[in-house]
């Protein structure tokens, strides 16, 4: 199928009460799409950072009662899964849809990681717009603006704090014309990516080892 962007009434769908329901939806109105973005995105990470990169869209399989707030398709260099390794994100919850660079809490590069991120922190500073935002937790909505974020608290944070994370990139909210525009979409994650991947390339030297 060819991507035809995202609509207000996939937003809704994380208004609507019950897992079995509400997961109805998201298979058939949101999995489709994040395919075929992850179909899209892997080659072009590939050429950007050097890795060989595969997606996975989520499953939400271990949910039993609550229904997801959020859904996604991560994109990594390994086939078997991506929560242990850095990856790409893009998804939505009710509110935005997100395009992330991602290391979470499972991954065990997490400290040599945060090292490399507090010794290049001046350059970061630098090369991440003020528009972006980061974010210590993956499962929540919030985020703090670039041009506001203590980088230094929360490299640190991501070093000392064995169930935190680091995550960089955009949300667009979901009435930005963009978010139904396809091409102009696909265009924006792709220049998100082009920012996100210096990050990614820090963690190569650990990974690769």
Known sequence: MAFTGFSREDFDIFTIDGLEPRMDQLKEK?????????QHFAP??????????FYHVAKHARRKVNPPKDTWVAIANSNRGYKMLPHFQIGLFETHLFVWFAVIYECPIKQQFAKHLLEEIATIKQQIPDHFVWSGDHTKPEATSHHEADLQALFERLRDVKKAEILCGIHINRNDPVVTDADKLIKRIDETFTTLSPLYRLTSPIHSS
């Not at 949101?30 to 992850?38: A, Q």
């Open 30 to 38: 949101i999995r489709p799409k994040l395919e075929v973005l992850g």
């Open 44 to 53: 072009t990470l590939s050429s950007l950072v050097g890795d060989e990169m």
